[in-house]
């Protein structure tokens, strides 16, 4: 089995453990959940690497209001430098051609994106800047507004649904609708985890290509706000786009002791879920992981191939494990990354 894996906040453990006067490396670092060696181990084709940003986190520790971005070239730094170190096992992939050429060399890809789109500043020319980085994914928003729009966590009243043309009162902003614009000209990746339900109907009103949900579930099965209705996955599946399943388990199930029933099987039901309200093609994997911390099943990049069992204990069929593990997300970069 091959696997891609949409999302991962590695680069975030990595540079918090230099900060600390600690050394990770992606090579063999056990308390990672992904590194080079357990993604050889779970088969991986590609994993996106997230320069993850909490906004606050970073004016905190930087100091000044351009600190998102000076924190977010930092990580980009890091996963050039990091990729380069384990050239023998993982290399960049920024276009389908150099997943290909990874894939033919026997070694797995690596993916930048950005997981917080406050980190441009609102300035469209280090969207740009980001892109020569290699960057081919980002996330609008995190946990805070920004120039961009609002976030899922400030829309606490959930979807209304969808109705066309309706102004949306945490929905993009003029700026976020100029960066949509600009991300589908240059070849970037819109993802739009973490923002709010008005921002998704602006985003599906607002682009022409598919985009994605990079690391996010099913809300009818656990109603976090991060999640999507089955009327945001239908809307995404018809446009060509991809859910990634997210394996935090604050996103999986309201039960944090998941007595009833293990992870594992609450995942695959997710997917099934997933699939059924916006079709086969819709859903990959997000995995999340070096996001959160407690019990993940799979327990790390080692282990992804246990979705295959869970998967053909609610009798999906291998045809579409194969599109959940990888060839839905391949498709989708098939299509946007030249």
């Known amino acids: 089995m091959n696997i891609i894996d949409m999302h991962c906040d590695t680069l975030y453990q990595i540079y918090n453990a230099k900060r600390e006067g600690r050394t990770f490396c992606l090579r063999d670092t056990a308390s990672l959940l992904v590194n080079a060696l357990k993604m050889k181990a779970g088969g991986y084709l590609l994993q996106n690497f997230a320069a993850f940003v909490d906004i606050e986190e970073a004016k905190e520790i930087l100091g000044g209001e351009d600190a998102p971005y000076r924190y977010a070239k930092e990580l980009v730094r890091i996963f050039k430098e990091q990729i380069a170190a384990n050239s023998d096992l993982i290399r960049p992939a920024a276009s389908f051609a150099e997943l290909q050429a990874n894939q033919e060399a026997g070694v797995a890809s690596a993916m930048l994106t950005l997981e917080e789109g406050g980190i ?47 102004k949306r009162t945490y929905g993009l902003k003029e700026t976020g609708i100029q960066f949509l614009s600009e991300m589908e000209t240059l070849g970037m990746i819109i993802d739009v985890s973490h923002l709010s339900d008005d921002g998704f109907f602006d985003v599906y009103e607002h682009t022409t290509k598919p985009f994605v949900a990079s690391h996010s579930n099913a809300r009818a099965l656990c109603p976090h706000q991060r999640n999507l209705t089955d009327e945001m996955l239908h809307m995404l599946g018809e446009r060509g786009g991809v859910s990634g399943l997210n394996l935090f388990p604050n996103f999986l ?56 069992w869970a998967l053909h204990k609610k009798h999906v069929s291998d045809d579409k494990i194969d599109g959940i593990l990888y060839q839905n997300v391949s498709r989708l970069y098939r299509e946007l990354l030249h």
């Not at 899922?152 to 309706?166: D, F, I, L, N």
């Not at 998941?258 to 093609?281: D, F």
Request: aromatic share 8%; glycine share 14%; proline share 4%.
């Open 120 to 166: 441009c500043l609102g300035d469209i020319e280090k969207l740009r800047e980001f892109y020569q980085d290699g960057a081919r994914m980002m996330t609008l928003t995190w946990n805070y507004e920004n120039e961009i729009g609002y976030p899922a966590a400030m829309q606490k009243e959930g979807s209304s649904g969808y109705r066309r043309g309706e």
């Open 253 to 308: 199930t309201t039960d944090p002791k998941h007595t009833e029933t293990p992870l594992l099987e609450i995942a695959a039901g997710h997917i099934v879920h997933m699939m059924n309200a916006g079709g086969s093609g819709c859903v990959g994997l997000g995995s999340d992981f070096d996001g959160f911390h407690g019990e993940s099943q799979p327990k790390d990049a080692s282990a992804m191939q246990d979705l295959v």
